[in-house]
């Protein structure tokens, strides 16, 4: 296997090279979410929850139409996940100021007590791998990602990853 503390695997190109490398996200995607799913589970929430909860913590006032672009998921599914998050108290709905139609999210305090012991988790993980790889691989790693994202949404997101 190539040295993955080294980040330079020779001839990383080779399908036995790509493979590793989808196999390594797949596991770290798993163990990211690890932890999370089991705090989820104890709210019978699930993924979906977890994304819309982060997305709209990440960006208060996120309309439902903006929601929809970031997850790039169904209305149906959306409707779904943020009915529930909403019943339960966990997110809250306004009316637009500037146009009636809209519906921008904000969590309650009770979502946002549940944002931030999900995200305290997976922060905790994500700042110990890059303690681990250091600077110049966490750059390498953000482009790696920024790289896997569809051109057409690069810019969308990079404006909204780069948000203070």
């Known amino acids: 296997m190539a040295d993955i503390k080294s980040g330079t ?9 790509l493979r590793k490398g989808i196999e390594l996200l797949y596991f770290a995607y798993r163990d990211h979410n690890g932890v999370p799913d089991e705090i989820l589970a104890e709210y019978g929430f699930g993924r979906a929850h ?14 439902v139409s903006e929601l ?5 998921i ?32 904000y969590l309650t305090d009770k ?20 303690r681990e790889a250091g600077a110049e691989a966490v750059a390498g790693f953000w482009r790696v990602l920024f790289g896997l994202i569809d051109a057409d949404g690069r810019d969308a997101i990079k404006t909204f990853i780069e948000k203070p």
């Open 74 to 105: 169904t209305k149906q599914s959306l409707s779904r996940v943020l009915k529930e998050l909403v019943e339960k108290g966990y997110v809250r709905q306004e009316t637009g100021a500037r146009d009636r139609r809209q519906r921008p999210l």
């Open 111 to 130: 979502g946002s007590e549940l944002e931030r012991r999900l995200s305290a988790v997976q922060r905790e993980r994500m700042a110990r791998a890059y």
């Open 68 to 72: 929809l672009g970031v997850l790039r």
């Open 9 to 17: 695997p020779t001839l990383y190109l080779r399908d036995e090279e």
């Open 50 to 63: 977890h994304r819309v909860l982060h997305f709209v913590a990440r960006s208060p006032g996120l309309a």
